[in-house]
């Protein structure tokens, strides 16, 4: 008989405890607690499984107020809670809204359009290299298509035609679309007298300010603002070494097409470097109405005359025909004629390739990256034109 009142009690002491564990338990939450509001917000933050536990054990026993048991066991303990207990069941109540939060809603910010045009900047300062605006004077020695002048030194011979038919390289959803490199990326320009610069060569820089990666930086700024999806390597893949730099920027570009087979497009952005009869150095420049002076551009494209593979070159060469006529209905003289090689330039790599060099050694980094932001402009407008 003993045995049995003593089995029956059992669970009632084991309850007991329990509730005495879970009362100090949220006395140890809410000390430090000045106001009954910071109490209450300790007290939910932590008792959620508590809180259910004692309610099933217990049930209610208070006015039917909200509060469970076990918040009003652990409010019992603390007079300035006790005493505000009606308070503190308006505080559980305003936090805990019964209906569920209702989303935000977004209003969208209308963008303004781009401006196709470059905005006008002032002039960039001289650098006192003397400049020449090279233009043909005549149609001998090219082959001409319109506004398309073709220096070409290898045997094939071109037909006009082709020339204007359509270039498969295009534009897709799919991101990036257009890489950007730089074979040569150590090549520089002239900038002010007096700007520090350290050379490491003759006209060549590691420092990216000064030299083509600057040029490539402002193209894939302005492709981007165009919505063109644009991976620009800034490796300076001719330093510390010169020879095998079209080597190690092939193996770079074979890499990035086998991670981003969305690009269809390589730019291999360089400079030129000019001299007159007396081997005296000067620059070329594209004067553009409301921007200053803009370095001349030479579109290079390379074909199979070295005995390389190259079976699709023309595909490179259509584009690069298609880009000087665009150009030049906008810009006359910022292109110099396109130059058919017979080395190839990595341009085998797709169908969309082109070697660009972006002024001279001559002209200043402010003139090159002019002609780069003028070129990605009207190159994106062309090629989004092509997907209508």
């Given at each position: ?113 781009l ?127 010169y ?59 390379g ?12 595909e ?40 660009l060099e972006?002024?001279?050694a001559?002209?200043?980094?402010e ?22």
């Open positions: 008989m003993r045995t049995a009142a003593k089995k029956r009690s059992a669970p009632r002491r084991l309850g007991a405890a329990g509730l005495a564990a879970c009362t100090l338990w949220g006395v140890a939450v809410m000390a430090g607690s000045d106001t009954a509001a910071s109490a209450v917000s300790a007290l939910r933050r932590e008792a959620s499984v508590p809180l259910s536990a004692l309610r099933w054990e217990l049930g209610d026993l208070g006015p039917d107020d909200g509060l469970s048991a076990a918040a009003v066991l652990a409010i019992a303990e603390s007079p300035l809670l006790f005493s505000a207990r009606e308070t503190v069941a308006g505080l559980l109540s305003s936090e805990l809204p019964d209906t569920p939060l209702q989303p935000v809603e977004q209003t969208p910010v209308e963008e303004e359009p401006d196709p045009e470059p905005v006008p900047v002032e002039a960039a300062p001289e650098n006192g290299v003397p400049a020449k605006t090279l233009v043909p004077t005549g149609e001998a020695g090219y082959t001409v298509a319109g506004r398309v002048y073709i220096s070409n030194s290898t045997d094939h011979e071109l037909e006009i035609q082709k020339l204007s038919e359509p270039f498969d390289a295009g534009l897709t959803d799919e991101e990036p679309q257009i890489l950007i490199l730089h074979t040569h990326g150590s090549e520089s320009y002239t900038p002010v007298p007096g700007t520090e610069i350290e050379y490491s060569g003759d006209h060549r820089t590691t420092d990216n300010r000064y030299n083509v990666v600057a040029v490539g930086d402002a193209m894939a700024r302005v492709f981007g603002e165009l919505g063109i999806s644009v991976l620009h390597d800034r490796t300076l893949y001719d330093y510390p070494s020879s095998g730099a079209y080597d190690r920027s092939l193996a770079a570009i074979d890499s990035y097409l086998a991670q981003y087979p969305s690009i269809h497009f390589v730019l291999d952005v360089h400079r030129d470097a000019i001299e007159d009869t007396e081997g005296n150095e000067y620059k070329v420049i594209s004067p553009v109405e409301g921007a200053g002076n803009a370095a001349q551009i030479t579109l290079v494209v074909s199979d005359g070295s005995g390389l593979e190259h079976p699709r070159w023309m490179n060469l259509k584009l690069a025909a298609a880009l000087q006529q665009h150009v030049s209905q906008t810009y006359p003289t910022l292109m110099r004629p396109i130059l058919l090689r017979n080395s190839r330039y990595n341009q085998h790599a797709t169908t969309g390739s082109l070697l972006m002024g001279a001559g002209n200043s980094p003139e090159a990256a002019l002609a780069g932001e003028l070129f990605a402009r009207q190159m994106a407008e062309l090629l989004q034109e092509q997907c209508k």
